[in-house]
């Protein structure tokens, strides 16, 4: 199992920008995939991007292309979701999660930690 603790939520304004970091730890060399979910109050829970540990291959979600991105540091065993141009529709508790392989579920999981974008 991967431990994951995210952290840098927080209140932004619309159109300001924001970096959320998730250290692993715990059974990192199992590790695929990881990535960044969302869930707004009242809505499902979603993804926001996703990239493979060893290749550095991301995926995003269509409502967040062009203003996030999901790089990640290998050594220090962290990915980050760097967001910018925010909208208030950002506004979700985020989590980081982790795939141990290819085509299985993202079965570790972060606490989570709130974004609040402002109009």
């Known amino acids: 199992q991967v431990q994951l603790v995210e952290s840098g939520g927080g209140l932004v304004q619309a159109g300001g920008s924001l970096t959320l970091s998730c250290a692993a730890s715990?059974?990192?060399?199992?590790?695929?995939?990881m990535g960044w979910y969302r869930q707004a109050p009242g809505k499902e829970r979603e993804v926001v991007a996703t990239?493979?540990?060893?290749?550095?291959?991301?995926v995003y979600a269509d409502p967040v292309k062009g203003r996030f991105t999901i790089p990640r540091d290998k050594a220090k065993n962290t990915v980050y979701l760097q967001m910018s141009s925010l909208k208030p529709e950002d506004t979700a508790v985020y989590y980081c999660?982790?795939?141990?392989?290819?085509?299985?579920?993202?079965?570790?999981w972060g606490q989570g930690t709130q974004v609040t974008v402002s109009s």
């Open positions: 715990g059974r990192t060399f199992s590790r695929y995939a």
């Open positions: 990239i493979t540990w060893n290749f550095g291959s991301a």
């Open positions: 999660a982790a795939q141990s392989g290819a085509g299985t579920a993202f079965a570790s």
